[in-house]
């Protein structure tokens, strides 16, 4: 808006110039001096209408449009139109006249630019805004920079730095408050001897110096500041321990008005006034300051304790001889002593430090070594050809059994010599055969041809390997019924004929599935199938009786599901044979589940129990964790596995329960914080437990019905418990006569030392029930669990079954099948073949056959004690195809590994019989077919099933085949057994044969006459 006055002005000026001024040619004439607020409204910027009064001629400025009167404008504005304008500055003529910011700029040195924002933080530095309170190039003010270190905040420089406590000084981050270049601010460096602490420099003292007007001082030795600062010493006076006193040299101190070298001073010792005190075998001595003391001779302070003085006489003692720490120590078989200070060493009667070497002491036995017999360096020399060992100190030569020492001087210790055979000891000592001649039987004479042996008064030439009468060696002579076969008499044996005449066919389902091992015995052929092995009778192959063991003193150590019988020197127990006295525990084979005869667990103590007392029988058996307990009515006994550790636990009385038809009752031994308890069947509802210590009696577990059950078994690994039950119960079971087995759920507590039942459970739908009558006929209580099996005993068998899950199919009576068996056909004997005291078992991979024992034809179990053979045999049993056993008269042959290996019977002798390529043959279930070895001069021969059609027979290292007798059809068999006692033959045949006529399918023994020759 213009003032008033400046329209004040304008009105003048127009009035007084247009009287004088000519007419502008843009005005029109005629306008009247009323037109001047028309004037006025336009602004100048707008020709005068014609009204307008006329321009003067000094009205000629260019910025007046309508060429009205020229602005007169004060310094630094610029007229534009009417106006004076800063044109740097105005809004709308910024620059120039007319040139308008529009919006939010504003005229900046005539530019327009941005409008900056106070209330924002903003100001403007050259032609921008800029926030000063952050920005670091314009921070608080514009221009003023940030370091490089530094950011801006709230219009200041502040330390960017990552660490807290520490500023920018120049490009480095630093901390003021303790660091030496930059104390308290940039740049303010502390001097030499100064550290910055806290942001101030300090001079810096070492350990036990002080710093006293801006030096370090130690108060106890400083002149200058002696116990304090600024206290000086007198001249000539030293500062001793903070005190000033008389100056004494090195290493001599002020002690007393005194001069004294306190490093030797008995009475300064050290500092002034310790005094050595004496103590027992020593005077006092002060040595490097430190008191000590001076040992009287012999003596030695080797405790290092001042107080008790030099208690040690180094003369004589072991441990400290001759001097502290100086120990006389004795190394294997020596002893040391003291004497005089000097250590001695004696070795043991019989030994000697034949090495020479300190640390092993005297490491030879004099008394046995060869190299150092009777004392070092005396070396004992073998004849040669023999042996010698030191006996007592003393050589002693030999020559293996039959020879002599020959030879032997002062200087050589001679040569064995076997005066029967060598031909330069003939006899004796030094007579030599001339010529070509041998020593036979000590006597020169002419040599035999390769292979052949002088034998007898005339010195005939014999083949030993063959000679009935010079068998093996000269004079060794065959029965009349034996063969000299490879210099062993064996028992003339031939098969002559194999009928199928008047042959009988019987059953042996029981048995399962053939595996193809058979035996003939006196009275009964054994079969062997995947099941179980079978008995019949020898003669007519009838009347099949499956040989089951009977194991009625069963135990489980729950600990490791290892099961054990209970047993005496008579072999396990068993019911009804009156007073037994059980003193060990013989384990249970996991595979067959019969008992393993050898290395039983013998008990400390022997435990007496009557096996006679049947159903009233006050007995009883617990199963437990590294424990079986066994209760005889009047007193507890605890039998810990598997030390054999028998622990008498006292007196209990016996105490109601159900009892069972044997001779004791079936439960669990329970240990509950370190005390016994007998858990047990009191009822078909209840399971109580009885604690051994004062007969208090808790209930376990109840049911509605859980039988005419008298025990039960636990197996914590798998959470469950297995009892046993005839017709019904509230899990199962039909029939009034029928035997079953439960498996239910079941918890435990395993730790700390205890162990107990928690729960029993018998729910049906979480149990399992299989009837096992036919496998053990009525039960007769005994319960045990082996590995992953279960077995349990009747009057018939022992059975067993896998305890999870239980199956039906997978219930079979224990005991054989025994795929070890063979027979001696001389004698009826049936024997096994054993790996140390297990059987062996086809499919078992490579096996070590390393005895023989003569098995009971009734139950399979050893009748008499195991032959180790002289030599073991190594029989791959999961190779059927490559192996083969007979049996023969007096002897077996194994064809196994591509060699022929004889075993003589009884004596357990083993002999090869060289390389044998097995003929083709059929082959059976197991690990081997089974046959016949024949004994016929010279050579030995094998009689085998060959196919479904012909047994034939083929002589050890020969090619050929000859059939021995031919048939319509065997069915599916690879083995044989044959009688020489009943003269019968037997086959176990599967499928159909020629001998069934309409009987089924299925697995049978074939019993058919035979005849046979001894020659």
């Known amino acids: 808006m213009k003032s008033a006055s400046h329209w004040l002005v304008v009105t003048l000026v127009a009035a007084l110039t247009a009287c004088t001024s000519p007419v502008r040619p843009e005005d029109a004439a005629g306008d009247t001096v009323a037109d001047v607020a028309r004037d006025v409204t336009d602004g100048g910027f707008m020709q005068d209408v014609p009204n307008d009064v006329a321009d003067t001629a000094a009205d000629v400025s260019p910025?007046?449009?309508?060429?009205?009167?020229?602005?007169?404008?004060?310094?630094?504005?610029?007229?534009?139109?009417?106006d004076c304008v800063d044109l740097q500055t105005s809004e709308t003529h910024c620059g120039m006249c007319g040139r308008s910011c529009m919006g939010t700029d504003q005229c900046i040195n005539g530019a327009c630019a941005p409008r900056c924002d106070p209330m924002a933080g903003e100001m403007r530095c050259g032609t921008s805004c800029v926030n000063t309170t952050v920005d670091p190039m314009h921070c608080g003010a514009c221009n003023q920079t940030c370091g490089a270190l530094e950011r801006c905040e709230f219009s200041s420089c502040v330390s960017n730095c990552p660490v807290a406590g520490q500023i920018a000084c120049g490009a480095t981050c630093v901390d003021t408050r303790t660091d030496n270049n930059n104390c308290g601010g940039c740049g303010r460096v502390c001097g030499v001897g100064q550290r910055c602490m806290t942001g101030m420099c300090a001079n810096i003292c070492s350990a036990g110096q002080t710093f006293c007007s801006g030096t370090c001082a130690n108060l106890q030795t400083s002149v200058t500041n002696c116990g304090m600062c600024g206290r000086a010493c007198p001249m000539g006076q030293m500062c001793n321990m903070g005190v000033c006193s008389i100056t004494c040299t090195l290493p001599t101190m002020a002690c007393g008005g005194t001069c004294v070298d306190t490093t030797t001073n008995v009475a300064n010792c050290g500092m002034c006034g310790r005094a050595c005190s004496a103590a027992p075998n020593a005077t006092p001595a002060c040595a490097a300051s430190t008191c000590g003391l001076a040992c009287t001779a012999g003596f030695g302070n080797c405790d290092a304790m001042a107080t008790n003085g030099c208690e040690t006489d180094v003369r004589t003692s072991l441990t400290h001889c001759g001097a502290c720490g100086s120990a006389c120590t004795a190394a294997a078989n020596q002893t040391a002593t003291c004497a005089a200070g000097t250590c001695a060493l004696r070795c043991t009667a019989g030994f000697g430090d034949c090495d020479a070497m300190a640390p092993n002491g005297c490491e030879t036995n004099v008394t046995t070594s060869t190299s150092h017999c009777g004392m070092c360096g005396r070396a004992c020399v073998a004849p040669a050809g023999g042996s010698v060992t030191c006996a007592a100190g003393a050589c002693v030569p030999a020559c293996l059994m039959g020879e002599t020492i020959c030879g032997a001087t002062m200087t050589s210790a001679g040569r064995c010599a076997n005066l029967q055979t060598d031909r330069t000891n003939c006899g004796t000592c030094g007579t030599v055969c001339p010529g070509t001649q041998s020593c036979v039987a000590g006597r020169c004479m002419m040599l035999c041809p390769m292979g052949q042996?002088?034998?007898?008064?005339?010195?005939?030439?014999?083949?030993?390997t063959i000679?009935?009468?010079?068998?093996?060696?000269?004079?060794?002579?065959?029965?009349?019924?034996?063969?000299?076969?490879?210099?062993?008499?064996?028992?003339?044996?031939?098969?002559?004929?194999?009928?199928?005449?008047?042959?009988?066919?019987?059953?042996?389902?029981?048995?399962?599935?053939?595996?193809?091992?058979?035996?003939?015995?006196?009275?009964?052929?054994?079969?062997?199938?995947?099941?179980?092995?079978?008995?019949?009778?020898?003669t007519t192959g009838t009347g099949p009786v499956a040989i089951t063991a009977l194991m009625d003193g069963l135990v489980t150590d729950l600990g490791t599901n290892t099961a054990y019988v209970l047993g005496s020197a008579s072999g396990p127990l068993r019911a009804n044979t009156g007073l037994v006295a059980i003193d060990r525990l013989f384990r249970v084979d996991p595979i067959r589940m019969g008992w393993i005869p050898s290395a039983p667990l013998m008990l400390s103590a022997p435990i007496s129990v009557n096996t006679s007392t049947g159903a009233t029988s006050p007995i009883g058996v617990y199963n437990g964790s590294g424990r079986i307990v066994l209760h005889s009515g009047s007193r507890v006994f605890e039998i810990l596995v598997p030390s054999g550790m028998v622990v008498d636990r006292g007196a209990l009385l016996q105490f109601p329960r159900t009892l069972s038809e044997s001779w004791a009752t079936w439960g669990v031994v329970q240990i509950d914080a370190g005390r016994l308890y007998l858990t047990y069947v009191q009822s078909n509802s209840t399971i109580a437990r009885i604690r051994v210590s004062d007969s208090q009696v808790e209930t376990v577990a109840t049911f509605t019905d859980i039988g005419d059950t008298s025990g039960f078994l636990v197996v914590p690994s798998l959470n469950r418990w297995f009892f046993s039950f005839e017709g019904v119960s509230q899990v199962g079971g039909v029939g009034a006569v029928n035997e079953f087995i439960a498996s239910c759920p079941a918890t435990f507590v395993t730790t700390a030392g205890d162990f107990r039942i928690t729960s029993l459970s018998a729910v049906p739908a979480t149990c399992t029930v299989i009837d096992v009558t036919a496998e053990i006929g009525d039960d007769r209580g005994a319960m045990a669990v082996q590995g992953a099996r279960l077995a349990l005993t009747g009057d018939t068998a022992t059975a067993s079954v896998g305890t999870s899950p239980f199956v039906a199919t997978d219930v079979r009576r224990a005991g054989p099948p025994a795929d070890h068996i063979f027979s001696d056909l001389a004698t009826g004997q049936i024997w096994g073949l054993f790996v140390g005291a297990v059987p062996l078992y086809g499919g078992s991979g490579l096996q070590t056959v390393d005895r023989i024992i003569p098995l009971s034809e009734i139950s399979l179990e050893p009748s008499a004690a195991a032959v180790t053979l002289s030599a073991p045999i190594a029989i791959n049993t999961s190779a059927p195809a490559s192996t083969m056993m007979f049996s023969g008269s007096g002897r077996a042959l194994i064809a196994t590994n591509g060699r022929a290996t004889n075993i003589e019977l009884p004596s357990g002798v083993v002999r090869d019989f060289g390389p044998i390529v097995l003929p083709a043959h059929a082959n059976s279930d197991s690990w081997a077919a089974w046959g016949v070895v024949e004994t016929a001069v010279p050579a030995t021969r094998i009689v085998f099933i060959e196919n479904a059609m012909r047994v034939s027979r083929f002589t050890l290292g020969g090619v050929t085949i000859a059939p021995v007798a031919t048939f319509t059809n065997l069915g599916t068999t690879g083995s044989f057994a044959f009688s020489a006692l009943r003269s019968r033959w037997f086959v176990q045949s599967k499928g159909s044969n020629q001998f069934l006529g309409l009987m089924p399918p299925g697995e049978y023994l074939l019993s058919c006459p035979a005849t046979s020759s001894i020659l």
């Open 453 to 464: 042996t002088a034998c007898g008064a005339a010195m005939t030439c014999v083949d030993t």
């Open 63 to 82: 910025h007046d449009v309508d060429a009205g009167p020229d602005v007169t404008c004060s310094l630094g504005l610029e007229p534009c139109g009417v």
């Open 467 to 538: 000679d009935r009468t010079n068998c093996g060696a000269c004079g060794r002579a065959c029965a009349a019924t034996q063969t000299c076969v490879l210099g062993a008499c064996l028992s003339n044996f031939q098969v002559t004929t194999m009928t199928t005449a008047a042959c009988t066919a019987a059953s042996v389902a029981e048995q399962l599935d053939q595996r193809g091992a058979i035996a003939a015995g006196n009275a009964a052929v054994v079969t062997v199938g995947d099941g179980l092995s079978v008995r019949s009778n020898s």
